[in-house]
């Protein structure tokens, strides 16, 4: 969800993350993505400011572009 949400492809978030992006893609698969060690869920905290509870969970928050944006 966050990935999308934030208009990334597994390769723009590799990019952020230092990761390769097949790695990326790896982790999109949830039975991969449920092993994941906490320095890798750290990477993608950090790129889609959440918490690492709320991403390990899956609860929806809006998009990093969104936060903070209160122009109109």
């Known amino acids: 969800y966050y990935m999308i ?3 990334m492809d597994p390769g723009l978030l ?3 993350t230092s990761q390769p992006s097949w790695l ?3 982790h999109l698969f ?3 993505f ?3 060690g906490p320095k890798t ?3 993608y905290v950090q790129v889609f400011k959440v918490s690492p509870d ?5 609860k ?3 998009p990093v572009y969104k936060q903070g944006d209160n122009e109109a």
């Open 14 to 16: 590799a990019k952020y």
């Open 54 to 58: 709320d991403l390990i969970r899956g």
């Open 41 to 43: 869920i750290e990477k």
């Open 60 to 62: 929806l928050k809006p």
């Open 5 to 7: 949400a934030n208009q």
């Open 24 to 26: 990326v893609r790896l």
């Open 34 to 36: 449920k092993i994941l």
């Open 30 to 32: 949830p039975s991969i």
